[in-house]
């Protein structure tokens, strides 16, 4: 028990620093790629804590599978440099005991990993894209910058001068936009108004853009000639509701609905599911022989060829998960055969690993 409590910390303590770090680096790019959305008016700041918090799932299921393996290498590879594990071997613990004494944490790793990847992670993707949904629609002007051109997509720009206290109404608004004619015939239109307000069509789902007491410019490129109109409200669509076509996307639906639709591109994120807590019992694995090192090489000895190892087998995965999705490898095979043949490996090099230094 007391060396199941040592080794066990040794690998959790390790496994803690790289993952930190692992996150860092992870978290750190998705934030940056937030921040830039939030600086050009696409998100609210207040939003970006709430989305990196239901990332996270996602982040976790990607890091800690090689952290884990890592954890590994570099704990028992002191462990061999300081020779504790020949003091172990001689005081009767063998190859076989110290793998069952690794497959403890690497099973509880794993737990955290399958509830990471069977339903946090889905779910957290699923609540962040209804954020951004609700934040695209909600009635507010949070998103938008006073004193500062707003690009809105298919030829328009939105300007206004200031927002009211509660954000709800824009004052002093702009509006550029080019306009297909009955003729086919494309025209600049320049729109001016008092006031604007946004809201939504509850039918479509499409937003809209009111404005009040205001004039409306159309002229032709080229030309000197122009209409003008003068209105009391006026409507502008400014997009379209895009929330089912997100639905349909297989990352965001739940695991029992995966299996419920049975659909090549659903089985393939299953799998892919699946996949990533049966990682960690085959990492291991891989990771006990390799971590083996005498004083002469150093602990980072391997290190280069086990993430080559992990590199490729999570490469054939993603490789797998797209063949199966396109169809052209049957869901009945799937991923299976990449975690056998890695697992295979793993026994091979643990057998070889036992003959040469343990009982």
């Not at 063998?94 to 793998?99: D, E, G, I, T, W």
């Not at 994120?269 to 006990?288: E, G, V």
């Not at 990449?338 to 091979?348: D, K, M, S, T």
Request: hydrophobic share 45%.
């Amino acid at each position: 028990m007391i060396v199941f409590r040592y080794l066990t910390r040794e690998i959790l303590l390790t496994m803690s620093a790289v993952a930190g770090i692992l996150l860092m680096v992870i978290m750190g790019s998705r934030f940056i790629r937030y921040f830039t959305d939030a600086a050009q008016g696409e998100l609210p700041l207040g939003a970006l804590g709430t989305l990196m918090l239901f990332h996270m799932p996602s982040f976790l299921e990607l890091v800690l599978p090689l952290s884990f393996f890592l954890a590994i290498l570099l704990a028992y590879g002191q462990l061999y440099l300081n020779s504790e594990i020949t003091v172990l071997v001689a005081c009767g613990m063998s190859p076989n005991r110290l793998l069952r004494v690794t497959l403890l944490p690497a099973a509880m790793i794993a737990a955290l990993v399958g509830a990471c990847s069977l339903w946090a992670t889905p779910y957290g993707a699923a609540h962040n894209e209804r954020l951004i949904d609700e934040q695209e629609s909600q009635l507010d002007f949070s998103l938008l910058s006073p004193g500062r051109f707003q690009d809105f997509g298919n030829w328009r720009t939105a300007y206004t001068e200031r927002l009211s206290e509660d954000n709800s109404r824009m004052e002093g608004v702009f509006i550029s936009e080019r306009e297909t004619r009955p003729d086919g015939t494309e025209a600049q239109v320049l729109t001016r108004a008092e006031t604007g307000y946004q809201t939504v069509d509850a039918e479509t789902g499409s937003r809209f853009l009111v404005l009040s007491n205001g004039s409306r410019y159309s002229v032709d490129p080229g030309s000197a000639a122009g209409q003008r109109l003068e209105f009391g409200s006026y409507a502008v669509r400014l997009s379209v509701d895009e929330t089912q076509e997100r639905n349909d996307d297989r990352e965001l639906m739940s695991t029992p609905a995966l299996i419920a639709d049975g659909g090549e591109e659903a089985m393939a994120q299953l799998q892919w599911r699946l996949s990533m807590p049966l990682m960690i019992p085959i990492l291991t694995l891989l990771a006990l022989p390799l971590a083996r090192v005498n004083p002469r090489q150093g602990r980072f000895a391997k290190l280069l060829p086990a993430i080559f190892l992990h590199v490729s087998y999570l490469s054939l995965l993603l490789a797998a998960q797209d063949a199966i999705a396109r169809g052209s490898l049957p869901a009945s095979i799937g991923m299976w055969p990449i975690h056998a043949v890695y697992a295979l490996l793993g026994l091979i090099l643990t057998r070889r690993d036992q003959k040469r230094g343990g009982r």
